[in-house]
């Protein structure tokens, strides 16, 4: 039995004695997280004269790492995950570099994300390009094309990840304040002498195709969890005249509950829900946030199974109040013809 909706101010208090930081648990974590992804380099240069298997093999697993570290990175971002902003801000930026992310860059339009998730007037910063079905209706055929083309699954869950990672996070944007531009500079600095440094002890080609292996697991399950965490078909979407943060957090932010394994290397961030609700709470409380009070299992429920049908929603049907696919649009248009006649 689902428990009731909870106003601001009652939520805010359940949530509270989550959002406090724990310095050993957070420097456990960097342990954790950080010692493993570095032995694997190290391991690497041992077995660069091994098959191409082996090296492969461990770099995927290197990506699953860097999954996590990139929840790491992301609770700095916030400022949650320790209590002092300039530890916050020197984990934010070695684990971006890690994850070839500017640091103030990203941290700016995240926030943008938060602040919107679930606005229909809000669309365009920080989240996966969405149409209504009215908007897709009375778009010009390139943008059909366009749309259709972004929304395909190799294109957004394979092509779009390695992109967004190497190539759109090296410009920052045009809307960001000069100390977000100059992140993204001194980021791209740092992944120079990165590139640089490794390419010198394995060879650039070695380098760039573990470095793309690694990436590309992480890019790619990033994206993948990002997506099914906002993009299922009864999420939240409203005008910004009905737009409520608490029903966008609770009903546009999905729980995730992935097995066990899954949840440690992405950084238990499949507790989205909490997440949206208040990002103060640093990863490692979420779980135990989750389970603290009926309420917050009042968030839609995904596992890995239900998750996949998230791939075939492609529009937001504003008339029936979910996601819909190509293919359901067209038995809609199909039907109102028929009627019509």
Same mark, same amino acid.
């Given at each position: ?34 010692? *493993?992804?570095?032995?694997?380099? /190290?391991? &690497?240069?041992? +077995? ?5 298997? !082996? =090296?492969?093999? @461990? ?118 304040? *000069?100390?977000?531009?100059?992140? /993204?500079? &001194?980021?791209? +600095? ?5 590139? !640089? =440094?490794?390419? @010198? ?141």
């Amino acid at each position: 039995m689902k428990s009731k909706m909870k106003s601001v101010a009652e939520w805010k208090k359940l949530v509270e004695e989550y959002q406090q930081p724990n310095f050993n648990r957070a420097t456990w974590q960097l342990v954790n997280t950080l010692s *493993p992804l570095a032995l694997i380099w /190290v391991a &690497l240069y041992f +077995l660069k004269d091994s098959p191409l298997w !082996i =090296s492969t093999l @461990l770099a995927i697993i290197a990506g699953l790492f860097l999954v996590r570290v990139f929840i790491i990175f992301h609770d700095c971002g916030h400022g949650s995950f320790f209590k002092s902003k300039k530890a916050n801000d020197v984990v934010g930026f070695i684990t971006g570099m890690l994850t070839f992310t500017p640091y103030h860059h990203w941290k700016w339009e995240h926030a943008m994300h938060h602040a919107t998730n679930g606005d229909l007037n809000r669309r365009g910063i920080g989240d996966i390009w969405t149409l209504t079905v009215k908007e897709y209706l009375s778009s010009t055929r390139l943008t059909r094309l366009n749309y259709r083309f972004v929304r395909n699954p190799f294109i957004l869950f394979v092509f779009a990840p390695l992109f967004l990672f190497f190539v759109l996070e090296r410009f920052p944007s045009r809307k960001c304040k *000069p100390r977000e531009k100059r992140s /993204v500079m &001194l980021m791209n +600095l740092a992944l120079l002498v990165w590139g !640089i =440094s490794l390419s @010198l002890v394995f060879g650039f080609s070695t380098w760039l195709y573990l470095q793309l292996i690694m990436m590309g697991v992480a890019a790619c399950s990033g994206v993948w969890l990002f997506y099914v965490q906002h993009q299922f078909e009864d999420t939240y979407w409203e005008e910004t005249r009905n737009w409520d943060f608490t029903s966008a957090a609770m009903e546009g932010s999905s729980f995730y509950n992935l097995p066990k394994v899954l949840q440690w290397f992405s950084g238990n961030i499949g507790f989205h829900h909490i997440h949206h609700l208040n990002p103060m709470i640093p990863n490692y409380h979420l779980e135990k946030c989750h389970f603290s009070d009926p309420f917050f299992q009042n968030a839609p429920e995904l596992n890995l199974f239900t998750s996949l049908r998230s791939i075939r929603y492609r529009l937001w049907d504003e008339d029936n109040s979910k996601m819909i696919s190509f293919r359901d649009l067209r038995h809609q248009l199909a039907a109102e013809s028929l009627k019509a006649a």
